[in-house]
């Protein structure tokens, strides 16, 4: 396995990268999981199948929540970059000056 071009100390926090960066981290795991899950069943081991199911369960589901703090992160940002952008409209014309 190579190892992710995405460093999550590579960013600042709050920088939607860093998002990125670990959920990219956590996928190659859950990738490492469902090969070991192969093998585990070709041995028939059932409690390392079984465990390496449950460990890539909980890092699909830590991927997914980070991926929907990522989604309303860029959401925000995306807002408030056009309210920045807006044309402000003043009621005073003299609030102008």
Known sequence: MS????????FAYGDPDKL?????ELMALVSMRANMVGDYAVLRD?????YSMRC????FRA???????LTEQTDRDRQRDQSARAPRTYSNPEARL
């Open 56 to 59: 890539a369960a909980a890092e």
């Open 46 to 50: 059932d409690a390392g199948l079984k």
């Open 3 to 10: 190892a992710s071009p995405l460093n999550p100390n590579d």
């Open 63 to 69: 991927a997914l929540n980070l991926l929907g703090d």
């Open 20 to 24: 990125r960066a670990h959920i990219a």
